[in-house]
Every structure is written in structure tokens, then in C-alpha cells.
T-cell receptor, first 117, second 115 residues
């Protein structure tokens, strides 16, 4: 079964600074990979996803993520953070073939981003 | 506007009561999911349904039940058997992929508090 680790529970960055949120996964092959964002008390919004092809994926709100097979990572980046980016970010991994336990999405524990002015 | 709606936004329950959380989607998606979210634990899958009249248990199904009588609706009942039901509940849907995991889209959530 697949699994996801987000090593950082909290990250604080200054407004205008660059951001990188880490995500490491475990899966027997190249997985499907996702980043979602959640504002307090809200649902999850899809930022970007990787299924195949170019390993650098562009998403909404100026975010991008790079799939690195050799490091089993899918880190999320943004060159200049805005105060409105403060939220919780979740990395998720999915299977590329049908699994007997269902094709579920497995989520990391999340990283809370704080932005200081 | 296409999307997923969940109601109510806030729900309070007395111990020993069953409560039902509503989830409706007008995206014409085949698959629907229920997740539970607790602080610091990410999302955990409760139940999922890949097609009408069929559903499977997820990782934490004990104390919960679901039905899928209509494509657009996937209600979740939190029964009195659920020992610690206070949490944020999220519903999601996806088109239903023939092979592998599909992109899931989420509703706004319901916060359930047991008094």
C-alpha cells in the first residue's frame, strides 16, 4: 500500500519569501501525486496533480511541484508567498493500477503554513 | 455551478444519538467518498462508493454507515457505536477512473460535535 510523509508540521515564512513544502511517498511504482490546500473550517482545494509526463507541474495560485523519482519526493514550491497563502497543505498519493483494497487516495498529515508580514 | 454540497455545516449530537450527514454532487461523478479529519492526522477514509448501489469500507468504517441509492447523493450516518465522533467530516467525488486512483474534489465539510 502507498504512504505519504510530510516532515514539517508547521512552517513560517515571511511574505514575499520563497516557499518549499516537502512530501515523500512510498509506492511500488510511479504513483499519481496530488497537492491540496485547506483554509480553516473549509474543504480541500486541488492545487495541482501529477499523472505522467513532465515532472515539473504547474498549478493554481502560482504553485508548482516537482516529481523526483530518485528521491520519492513531490515537493511544492512557490517563488513569492502572499499572506493569503496561509493555510494547511496536504500531499496525497494514489495508485496507478486497480488495487484490491480500492483505489483510495492516501494523505499526509499536512503542513500548516504561517505567513508573517 | 457544478460542485459538492454538504449539510449541515455544523452539527451537534447528544451521546447515544445517530446523526446523518448529507453529501450531494451535481458533477455527474460516479465515485463518492467520506473522510474524517482530526487535527494532526490528515484525512482518513471512512467509506467509498464507486457506483450506485455499491459501497466499500475504508480504513475507519466502524460506527459509521452509508447508502448510495442515487448517483448524486452519498449520506453518512454516524451511529451511537462510534466511540469518538467529534471531528470534521469531508465528502469528495471523482469521475471514476477505469484504472488507478482518480482526482477527487471535496465539499466544504461538516463539523460534528458530540455534547
Amino acid at each position: 500500500a502507498q504512504s505519504v510523509t510530510q516532515p514539517d508540521i508547521h512552517i513560517t515564512v515571511s511574505e514575499g519569501a520563497s516557499l518549499e513544502l516537502r512530501c515523500n511517498y512510498s509506492y511500488g511504482a510511479t504513483p499519481y501525486l496530488f497537492w491540496y490546500v485547506q483554509s480553516p473550517g473549509q474543504g480541500l482545494q486541488l492545487l495541482l496533480k501529477y499523472f505522467s509526463g513532465d515532472t515539473l507541474v504547474q498549478g493554481i495560485k502560482g504553485f508548482e511541484a516537482e516529481f523526483k523519482r530518485s528521491q520519492s519526493s513531490f515537493n511544492l514550491r512557490k517563488p513569492s508567498v502572499h499572506w493569503s497563502d496561509a493555510a494547511e497543505y496536504f500531499c496525497a498519493v494514489g495508485a496507478t493500477v486497480n488495487m484490491e483494497y480500492g483505489n483510495k487516495l492516501v494523505f499526509g498529515a499536512g503542513t500548516i503554513l504561517r505567513v508573517k508580514s | 455551478d457544478g460542485g459538492i454540497t454538504q449539510s449541515p455545516k455544523y452539527l451537534f449530537r447528544k451521546e447515544g444519538q445517530n446523526v446523518t450527514l448529507s453529501c450531494e454532487q451535481n458533477l455527474n461523478h460516479d465515485a463518492m467518498y467520506w473522510y474524517r479529519q482530526d487535527p494532526g492526522q490528515g484525512l482518513r477514509l471512512i467509506y467509498y462508493s464507486q457506483i450506485v448501489n455499491d459501497f466499500q469500507k475504508g480504513d475507519i468504517a466502524e460506527g459509521y454507515s452509508v447508502s448510495r441509492e442515487k448517483k448524486e447523493s452519498f449520506p453518512l450516518t454516524v451511529t451511537s457505536a462510534q466511540k469518538n465522533p467529534t471531528a470534521f467530516y469531508l465528502c469528495a467525488s471523482s469521475r471514476g477512473r477505469r484504472e488507478g486512483t482518480d482526482t477527487q474534489y471535496f465539499g466544504p465539510g461538516t463539523r460534528l460535535t458530540v455534547l
